[in-house]
Structures are given as structure tokens and as C-alpha cells.
Antibody, heavy 117, light 112 residues
């Protein structure tokens, strides 16, 4: 079965960087793009963008350009989200989700990133 | 960007009774390929979102048949025929027709 397993929670200071991983299994990794979705505390879902896993080409939503970088290591079927120059407002749960059937079919368990001094 | 507007934002429902959530998009969600990429997700408390319905009305694998989706163009509806206790959570519509993909604000389903 399809599984997306994300890395564990992170506590970072403002100005630091963080890299979240999302390891896929149960399907051919390069057949489906990978979405990244943010959920701030008590808030709704926000689409950050996606990365095409066959080409490595990312698409970023407005508000997620510059400090946010999507990347891949196809040899281990893993997608990454890196956030640099962290701010308090980046505190959120970050999800990866497989893009299929015109939507987001399978989701990782989420990674809580807390930014606090 | 396409704005997705859900109503109601909160829905208290009696167990065993039906529930309905509406989602309206600011533009037509019909893609140039002829498909309409409107999906519905459920997020139970403390859990990641889960896909329920894709392309307006197709139930995803393992989703009970009490969930159904309908609509066209800019107006869409998720219906639960008989609400069960495990249906408590927040429901989101999402469009993947146009970049950036966007979500509705979410509708909180709770038991009366």
C-alpha cells in the first residue's frame, strides 16, 4: 500500500533552517508529483506547491518563493522541503501528499516545525 | 487565484441524520482536458487529511458509500447520508484545476 513517512518534529530558532523529508513507498515514486501543504496552528490547509518527480521541476505558490525549496532524491524515493531564514510565523505542520486522480490522494503524517527563541 | 468558499463553516448534526456541505469556486473548475478537479478531504482531530472524493463524485479507495459528491462548474456539494460518530472533523474542498491549487476554509462537522 502507498505510504508517505515524514521526518519528526523540529524545534528551531529564528533565522535557522530546517529540512523536512517525505519517504514514499508502495508505488513508483517518479510517476506522481508531490504536493506540499502547510497547516498553521488551528488553521486550515494551504497549498505550498508541488514538485514533479519525473523532472524535479518545482512549482511554488505565491508566498512560498525564496525561502522555501522543494527537492528530491529519487534513488531513495524521498521528497524534501527546506525552509531557510525561519520566522515565528513558519510554525506549522507541514504535509507531503501524493498528487494523483486530480487531487492529493495519500498524505504523510505531518511534520511539526516550531520556530521559537 | 481561485477562491474556494465553503458553507456552512460549522455544522452540528444528529447521529444518523444527513449532512451537507457546499463549496463554491470563484471560477469554473472545468480543466482544458475536460475534467473537473474538485476533491473533498476529511481531517479528523489530530490526524492528517484524508481524501474522500475526487473529480467531483468519485469515492476514493476505502471511503464508505454514505459519502457522496455532486456538482458542476462552480458549485459543488458533499453529502453524508447518515452521520456516524467517526465522521466528526473538518471537511475541506480543494481545486486542482488551476495553479495555485487552493482549499476551502474548512467546515467543522460536530455531533449535536
Amino acid at each position: 500500500q502507498v505510504q508517505l513517512v515524514q521526518s519528526g518534529s523540529e524545534l528551531k530558532k529564528p533565522g535557522a533552517s530546517v529540512k523536512v523529508s517525505c519517504k514514499a513507498s508502495g508505488y513508483t515514486f517518479t510517476y506522481y508529483a508531490m504536493n506540499w501543504v502547510r497547516q498553521a496552528p488551528g488553521q486550515g490547509l494551504e497549498w505550498m506547491g508541488w514538485i514533479r518527480t519525473n523532472t524535479g521541476n518545482p512549482t511554488y505558490a505565491q508566498g512560498f518563493t525564496g525561502r522555501f525549496v522543494f527537492s528530491l532524491d529519487t534513488s531513495v524515493s524521498t521528497a524534501y522541503l527546506q525552509i531557510s531564514s525561519l520566522k515565528a510565523e513558519d510554525t506549522a505542520v507541514y504535509y507531503c501528499a501524493r498528487a494523483a486522480d486530480g487531487g492529493a490522494t495519500d498524505w504523510g503524517q505531518g511534520t511539526l516545525v516550531t520556530v521559537s527563541s | 487565484d481561485i477562491v474556494m468558499t465553503q458553507t456552512p463553516l460549522s455544522s452540528p448534526v444528529t447521529l444518523g441524520q444527513p449532512a451537507s456541505i457546499s463549496c463554491r469556486s470563484s471560477q469554473s473548475l472545468v480543466h482544458s482536458d475536460g475534467n473537473t478537479y474538485l476533491s473533498w478531504l476529511q481531517q479528523r482531530p489530530g490526524q492528517p487529511p484524508r481524501l474522500l472524493i475526487y473529480e467531483i463524485s468519485n469515492r476514493f479507495s476505502g471511503v464508505p458509500d454514505r459519502f457522496s459528491g455532486s456538482g458542476a462548474g462552480t458549485d459543488f456539494t458533499l453529502k453524508i447520508s447518515r452521520v456516524e460518530a467517526e465522521d466528526v472533523g473538518v471537511y475541506y474542498c480543494m481545486q486542482a484545476t488551476q495553479f495555485p491549487h487552493t482549499f476551502g476554509q474548512g467546515t467543522k462537522l460536530e455531533i449535536k
